[in-house]
């Protein structure tokens, strides 16, 4: 920068004395006046600028948040009624299964009953049972005997442990 060139709308000159004393330039305060006024008009532009996008940005959340609450409120609405519609069928099947439950324990008490009274009739029917009564009928009425030695014929069959009354005899 050259001596006496205007710097921020001051010009420095000499006084006497040797020491510099700013001198104000009206032209080039003017232009300082005028770039001050761009600028500020600049910064509230960009502020209004500013305020615009906040405000659209709001609306267009506002917007989006309510649509947003639609859809949230049909999807719980569809996650209640799921909700509802399993805990009706829940209750449902517990309920079928302890009707089964209660089913399968009186049937289980049906058959001990059934099981204890068949076991007290055999019981009987054995203690009914006189063998030498029954002996005397088979020799004396129907002119049964013991079997002879010789008529005896024992073997032993190692497929199973029972044998079938058609089966064959083996030698």
């Known amino acids: 920068m050259q001596e006496g060139e205007p710097k921020n709308g001051y010009r420095e000159q000499e006084a006497a004395g040797g020491t510099y004393a700013p001198k104000r330039v009206p032209e080039l305060e ?3 006046q005028a770039r001050i006024k761009r600028l500020q ?6 502020i209004e600028l500013h305020k615009q996008r906040i405000i659209n940005g709001t609306l267009s959340r506002r917007y989006n948040a309510r649509a947003y609450d639609g859809l949230t409120a049909i999807v719980a609405f569809l996650t209640a009624v799921l909700l ?9 099947r517990n309920a079928q299964l302890n009707a089964s439950n209660k089913k399968v324990a009186s049937l289980k008490e049906t058959y001990q009953e059934l099981q204890t009274d068949n076991d007290n009739r ?3 029917l054995y203690a ?11 020799t004396q009425r129907l002119g049964m005997s013991y079997p002879e030695k010789h008529q005896v014929i024992t073997y ?6 029972y044998v079938a009354q058609y089966e064959d005899i083996p030698q």
């Not at 008009?41 to 960009?46: C, F, G, K, S, T």
């Open 41 to 46: 008009e600049l910064e509230r532009q960009q």
């Open 128 to 138: 009914s049972v006189d063998a030498k009564q029954i002996y005397q009928i088979a």
């Open 122 to 124: 055999e019981a009987l």
């Open 30 to 32: 003017r232009q300082r």
């Open 84 to 92: 509802l519609w399993s805990a009706i069928g829940y209750v449902g």
């Open 156 to 161: 032993h069959k190692t497929e199973s442990g």
